[in-house]
């Protein structure tokens, strides 16, 4: 496996790449949308009438304009309004991951499943929205770092579609990692490295490819703990995870639960938020998945798939009831309407010590008759029958939480329908007439399973409980690292590593960037003149008046002390010294304190706009630290632009 090669050396082989000419990229009316609003003085008119053009994307922007993480208020049908609402830079992004998914369906290596990857890869979009109030990201962006996550195999496998189709068969189920070291051994480089050099070329945030590469194994980043890069690297690690549990089958979904707990607690998600978390995420994967026609299988809700085995045993449930603390105690329950088959069967088992208990169809058995904890179904196979019975309406686990052993007594001379059988779900079969000797030995074996069955989900359990415990601490530990406590806002640490985005994306796609300084006027007499209590609630009223006045595209944070700083991407001076004033307005319009006499408050704004000439955004900051410093001494209560 590659190991993060200097960005020149990776730049040139992927360069190699480039140079064929069948990379993914934006085609038609969604290139044409992105050439448009990549430009400074273009119209929202002219971004609407492509938009038009194009029903997915139109129905894309629509839904998210519409989206509760966007604030609520009355919904949309304009595409004007929405478009406004997104603002261009997300625009382009929804566009770009929306007309990728549209051109890339289906092509040409054999082995590559591309249905399954743009189902797994929305599912993964969906989640990383979802969850992106955890670590203090837009819903829009994550969105679309979950989508293009895993666009490094879909490029790979549209370059060289016979080389990558051996390479996955070669490479089959073995780990990540030797899939890595396949790509590089024969491509000179892997789909990471290729992911990350595709956004880069589509002029996305750093840390956008930050994530991205390093998303399949977040430990070896060595990103420092609460940085942006960090938190969105973990979120994108589970957001695919939890896409992939989405395509999997009913086996391998339920086996990819506690590392989908283990690796949730890491972002502070708990245990009993996850259930919310995934049965919102299918749903929204069901209405995304009809807007853009791609295939999204209806799955049960999570305590369903959970109801495949119980990740949690009662306490009670482990002490003197369990088949592993008392074995000889198993409960057979007899499914047929036969009494001399039932007769002979009880005979056979009676000097055995098992509880048995007779019913005469298998929708009794579903319905609970039987609720002493029958751990073993027998089912008498009648003669003649040749479809296999619902045992999908059978519960595969008992009200008791332990699990069940199906086995199936079949008719003599009917072979044919074994595969039936084991289709159906059922873990044995034997053919009638029924020898003692097989009936007993098949006992044991069930026996065998089913202690095994329950040992795993003690494991399980102590699995989930340590990633429960984990997730509490681990969601206070990002809060602290990203969260201003006072106000609630993005802190300091946070607000540098966006600044730092933000730049690198102005700088690469020519777009304008601008920031404001905000600073409470005459503070310290607040705190001097009403107390620190008082200052502290006047801290998160301006919080709050400030989180009304900026745009959806805007970034707040808290710099320090009473100062606050403004993020304003692909913002014109003009527009950002505009922005200002109406906050500055607002301020002064407002009252603060905890009870009357209320008072008014007011700011000085210092603007600045980054600069061809500039190194790094520092310079930007700098000039609108120098540009607040002149609004104080100018008599406080204005914006003053560097």
Not at 15 to 30: F, H, Q, Y
Not at 617 to 630: I, N, P, S
């Amino acid at each position: 496996m590659s190991k993060n090669p200097p960005a020149h050396d990776r730049r040139e082989r992927f360069s190699k790449l480039k140079d064929t000419g069948s990379l993914p990229s934006p085609k038609g009316v969604a290139f044409a949308i992105i050439l448009l609003t990549q430009q400074d003085s273009v119209e929202i008119r002219e971004v609407v009438c492509l938009v038009k053009s194009d029903p997915a994307i139109a129905g894309a922007l629509l839904k998210f304009a519409n989206a509760a993480q966007f604030g609520g208020g009355s919904h949309l049908v304009s595409l004007n309004q929405a478009i406004v609402r997104l603002g261009l830079p997300r625009v382009r992004q929804i566009v770009l991951g929306v007309s990728l998914l549209n051109e890339y369906r289906v092509g040409y290596c054999r082995a590559f499943d591309y249905k399954t990857f743009w189902s797994q890869s929305l599912a993964a979009a969906i989640a990383a929205q979802e969850i992106s109030s955890y670590i203090n990201f837009s819903p829009d962006e994550s969105f679309t770092c979950g989508l293009l996550a895993e666009i490094g195999r879909l490029a790979l496998a549209t370059v060289f579609p016979e080389e990558y189709a051996e390479i996955l068969q070669s490479a089959g189920k073995l780990p990540a990692k030797e899939l890595l070291k396949l790509e590089a051994e024969r491509f000179d480089i892997d789909h990471r490295e290729v992911a990350a050099c595709l956004l880069e070329d589509w002029g996305l945030p750093v840390i956008f490819l930050q994530a991205v590469e390093h998303h399949e194994f977040p430990d070896q980043a060595n990103f420092p703990l609460g940085s942006g890069a960090h938190a969105l690297t973990q979120a994108i690690h589970f957001a695919t995870l939890l896409g992939q549990a989405c395509v999997a089958d009913t086996t391998a979904r339920w086996q990819l639960l506690p590392t989908l707990y283990h690796v949730g607690a890491q972002l502070g998600i708990s245990v009993e938020s996850m259930a919310s978390t995934f049965d919102s995420v299918t749903a929204a994967w069901q209405d995304w998945g009809a807007l853009l026609e791609v295939s999204t299988p209806v799955l049960p809700s999570l305590s369903e798939i959970e109801a495949l085995g119980p990740l949690f045993l009662k306490e009670q449930d482990r002490r003197g009831k369990g088949l592993a603390s008392n074995p000889s105690q198993l409960g057979v329950l007899i499914v047929s309407p036969n009494k001399s088959l039932l007769k002979a069967v009880r005979n056979e088992l009676a000097d055995c010590n098992y509880r048995i208990t007779e019913t005469t169809t298998l929708s009794q058995a579903a319905s609970g008759h039987g609720e002493g904890g029958e751990q073993l179904i027998i089912y008498d196979w009648p003669n003649g029958q040749h479809e296999a019975p619902d045992l999908a309406r059978t519960p595969r686990w008992g009200n008791d939480k332990r699990p069940r052993h199906f086995i199936a007594l079949l008719p003599a001379g009917q072979e044919q329908i074994i595969p039936k059988v084991v289709e159906a779900g059922f873990d044995d079969y034997i053919q009638k007439p029924v020898s003692g000797v097989t009936l007993r030995a098949r006992l044991l074996f069930a026996r065998k399973v089913l202690c095994l069955q329950e040992g795993i989900q003690i494991e399980r359990e102590g699995v989930l409980r340590n990633a429960d415990a984990a997730a509490h601490t681990n969601r206070r530990l990002l809060l602290d690292a990203l969260t201003d406590p006072l106000t609630g806002l993005p802190n300091r640490r946070y607000g540098m590593d966006r600044l730092e985005q933000e730049g690198s994306l102005a700088v690469s796609r020519g777009l304008p960037l601008c920031c404001m300084m905000i600073d409470i006027d005459h503070f310290k007499l607040v705190n001097d003149t009403h107390g620190h209590d008082v200052g502290d609630r006047v801290l998160c009223q301006m919080a709050k008046i400030l989180l009304r006045a900026i745009r959806k595209e805007d970034v707040v944070f808290r710099y320090g002390g009473e100062e606050f700083l403004v993020l304003c991407p692909a913002t014109p001076h003009k527009a950002a010294v505009s922005l200002a004033e109406r906050i500055r307005e607002a301020v002064a319009s407002a009252y603060f304190g905890l009870q009357e006499p209320f008072f008014r408050v007011t700011v000085s704004i210092g603007m600045a706009a980054y600069e061809a000439g500039d190194a790094s955004v520092e310079a930007m900051t700098k000039r609108a630290d120098e540009a607040l410093y002149r609004a104080k001494h100018a008599g406080r209560n204005r914006v003053v632009s560097s």
